[in-house]
């Protein structure tokens, strides 16, 4: 019965560093189960090795039973660890950017203010094909979020269609960055080409500098 505690104590480890290290780590644009199958695999590996010596040193019912669902749970806790932890690291993202953030103090230059104050109504104002991660940068050169989304092309289709619907005018150009108009307004969606397949693209929204 030694091998079996030592394996459900493994177990838990695993499970608990693996949901620690997702929920800082974890891609959030993959399931959390698929980033769960190595620790797994791993785990189950190591209990069905315990598990079969535990059975073959003490062959009773008890430890046969046991055996068998520990190994089960070897497998499942990482899995379901990883998830929990991927979905909590979703649950920490935001609809839109939080445009306003640095202006709470009140110490921001009050025109910076209110075109933020805009760029938030926009961004309010407009339904966005994923999560955004993060709030990168928000001041003068108006308000930019990370999308929680990496096929780039989707996201610009979904744009496309939503700012067209809404009455921004939209720049078709088949290169990188893609650029809206609208009301003295630039929506700016850019990819990092050096990211690779990988790489989340960015939404600026900020004063149309080309306007008198």
């Keep these: 019965m030694f091998l079996l505690v030592a394996g459900a104590l493994g177990v838990v480890l695993v499970t608990v560093v693996t949901n620690q290290y997702l929920r800082v780590s974890g891609d959030t644009t993959r399931p959390g189960f698929a980033q769960g199958i190595v620790p797994a695999a791993l785990s189950g590996l190591v209990v069905l090795v315990l598990a079969g010596i535990a059975v073959v040193v003490k062959r009773t019912t008890p430890v046969i039973v046991t055996a068998a669902v520990l190994t089960v749970v070897a497998v499942a806790g990482p899995l379901l660890g990883a998830a929990i932890g991927v979905n909590a690291k979703s649950a920490t993202y935001?609809?839109?950017?939080?445009?306003?953030?640095?202006?709470?103090?009140?110490?921001?230059?009050?025109?910076?203010?209110?075109?933020?104050?805009?760029?938030?109504?926009?961004?309010?104002?407009?339904?966005?094909?994923?999560?955004?991660?993060?709030?990168?940068?928000?001041?003068?050169?108006?308000?930019?979020?990370?999308?929680?989304?990496?096929?780039?092309?989707?996201?610009?289709?979904?744009?496309?269609?939503?700012?067209?619907?809404?009455?921004?005018?939209?720049?078709?150009?088949?290169?990188?960055?893609?650029?809206?108009?609208?009301?003295?307004?630039?929506?700016?969606?850019?990819?990092?080409?050096?990211?690779?397949?990988?790489?989340?693209?960015?939404?600026?929204?900020?004063?149309?500098?080309?306007?008198?």
């Design 94 to 212: 935001t609809r839109v950017p939080d445009c306003l953030g640095d202006a709470a103090g009140g110490a921001m230059d009050p025109a910076v203010v209110a075109t933020l104050r805009t760029a938030q109504a926009a961004f309010d104002s407009l339904e966005h094909p994923a999560p955004f991660y993060a709030t990168l940068e928000s001041g003068s050169d108006g308000c930019v979020g990370g999308l929680d989304m990496t096929d780039a092309t989707a996201v610009w289709d979904f744009y496309r269609s939503e700012l067209t619907a809404k009455g921004w005018s939209v720049t078709e150009n088949a290169a990188w960055p893609k650029v809206a108009t609208k009301n003295g307004l630039t929506i700016t969606v850019s990819v990092d080409p050096s990211a690779g397949p990988e790489a989340r693209p960015t939404v600026r929204i900020a004063l149309d500098t080309r306007q008198p």
